[in-house]
Nanobody
Framework: VQLQASGGGLVQPGGSLRLSCAAS????????IGWFRQAPGKEREGVSC????????FYVNSVKGRFTISRDNNKNTAYLLMNNLKPEDTAVYYC????????????????????WGQGTLVTVSS
C-alpha cells in the first residue's frame, strides 16, 4: 500500500499549485482521501477530504473558496488545487486514505486514516 504526494514547491502569494496523491496497492475506489498539512512549529491539521464516490467534500474554514479537492478513480489519484495561496498556507502537505465515510464532524480525526503518504512541501513566499 502506497500513497505518493507530489506537486509542492515555492510559489508567490496569490499563486496556485495543484497537489497530487497517487495511490497503489489497494482499491482506490473504496477509500476516502484526506489532505492534511503541518506548518513549522504547529500541529498537523486537516485541510480537505473527499469520499470514495467524490460526492462529499469537506474543507477547513481557512481554505474554503480557495482550495478544491477532486479525485480520478480511473487514475487512482486525488488532487488538491490550491488557488490564491497565502504565506500561512506554507506547510508540508500529506495525503491519507481511510475506508470509513467520515462526516463533517469526524473527517479531521487522524486516527481514522489507515494509510499516509510521505508529504510534499508547499512554500508560499515572495
Amino acid at each position: 500500500v502506497q500513497l505518493q504526494a507530489s506537486g509542492g514547491g515555492l510559489v508567490q502569494p496569490g499563486g496556485s499549485l495543484r497537489l497530487s496523491c497517487a495511490a497503489s496497492g489497494f482499491t482506490f475506489d473504496y477509500y476516502t482521501i484526506g489532505w492534511f498539512r503541518q506548518a513549522p512549529g504547529k500541529e498537523r491539521e486537516g485541510v480537505s477530504c473527499i469520499r470514495y464516490s467524490g460526492n462529499s467534500k469537506f474543507y477547513v474554514n481557512s481554505v474554503k473558496g480557495r482550495f478544491t479537492i477532486s479525485r480520478d478513480n480511473n487514475k487512482n489519484t486525488a488532487y488538491l488545487l490550491m488557488n490564491n495561496l497565502k504565506p500561512e498556507d506554507t506547510a508540508v502537505y500529506y495525503c491519507a486514505a481511510t475506508t470509513t465515510s467520515p462526516l463533517s464532524s469526524t473527517w479531521t480525526r487522524e486516527e481514522i486514516y489507515n494509510h499516509w503518504g510521505q508529504g510534499t512541501l508547499v512554500t508560499v513566499s515572495s
